[in-house]
C-alpha cells in the first residue's frame, strides 16, 4: 500500500464540494504553490478544498545523487530518454490514495481536479489518464507527458473527455517547449481534449497565467 503523503489544505470556504490535488515540482514541497490560491478568481466555483502534498525524497540522478524530494528520479536533460517508471508507478500510487481520501470524505472523483507543475504535471499525467473513474480535470503546468509509449494501451475510458489545461513558457530551459508540444499533439491524436496555452516565460507561473488558471477551473467546477 502506498504510504499517505503528508499535505497542506486550505478550504475556500466551509463545507467543500470540490477538491483540487496540486502536485509541486522537483526540489519544492507542499507550501510552494498555496500563496497562489489567494490569487485565483474562484467568485464562480463551489466552496473547494486545495490539497497541497509533499512528494518523498530521493536521490535524483540528475543532480549528482543529492537527496531532495521528487515524485520520481530523473537520469537526463532530455528528461524521456530513460524514465523511472517504478517511481513513476510509485507516486501514481501515492496519489491514487489522495484521490481515495477525498472520495471518503465525501467528494465525488468526478469534483476532483488533478494538478501540477513540472513534476508535478508528470504526475497529474501519469495517474489522470489512468485514473478508473472520471476525474473534473487535469491542470498540467511546465510539464510533459512521461512513459509516453505506454499511455495509449493504459489510459482508461473514463477519462478519455476529461477536460486537459495544458499551460508552458516558451522559454523554459528545464522542460523545454517542444517536450510539452510533442506531449500535447500526442494526447490530441489520442482524441484527449487540451487546452494549450503558452506565454513569455522561462520554467515558472506568471500572473497571465494564474487568471487562465482561475477561468479553467471555475469552468470544470462551477
Known amino acids: 500500500m502506498a504510504a499517505q503523503l503528508e499535505t497542506i489544505q486550505i478550504e475556500t470556504a466551509p463545507n467543500p464540494t470540490a477538491a483540487v490535488i496540486w502536485l509541486h515540482g522537483l526540489g519544492a514541497d507542499g507550501s510552494d504553490f498555496v500563496p497562489i490560491v489567494r490569487e485565483l478568481d474562484l467568485s464562480g466555483c463551489p466552496p473547494i478544498r486545495f490539497i497541497f502534498p509533499t512528494a518523498p525524497t530521493m536521490p535524483v540522478t540528475i543532480n549528482g545523487g543529492y537527496v531532495m524530494r521528487a515524485w520520481y528520479d530523473i537520469y537526463a536533460p532530455d ?31 468526478e469534483r476532483i481536479v488533478l494538478a501540477g507543475f513540472s513534476q508535478g504535471c508528470a504526475m497529474t499525467l501519469q495517474a489522470g489518464l489512468r485514473h478508473p473513474e472520471r476525474l473534473a480535470g487535469l491542470m498540467c503546468l511546465s510539464g510533459y507527458l512521461p512513459l509516453a509509449a505506454t499511455i495509449e494501451a493504459e489510459r482508461h475510458g473514463a477519462n478519455h ?46 500572473g497571465e497565467e494564474v487568471a487562465d488558471i482561475g477561468t479553467w477551473l471555475t469552468k470544470v467546477l462551477a
Open 79 to 109: 528528461l524521456v530518454r530513460r524514465e523511472d517508471e517504478p517511481g513513476l508507478r510509485a507516486s501514481q500510487a501515492a496519489i491514487e490514495a489522495l484521490i481515495a481520501n477525498e472520495k471518503a470524505r465525501g467528494i465525488p472523483v
Open 161 to 206: 473527455d476529461t477536460p486537459i489545461f495544458m499551460a508552458h513558457g516558451t522559454m523554459d530551459p528545464v522542460v523545454v517547449l517542444e517536450r510539452a508540444v510533442k506531449s500535447r499533439d500526442l494526447l490530441t491524436q489520442l482524441g484527449h481534449k487540451v487546452e494549450w496555452h503558452d506565454y513569455p516565460m522561462q520554467h515558472s507561473v506568471c
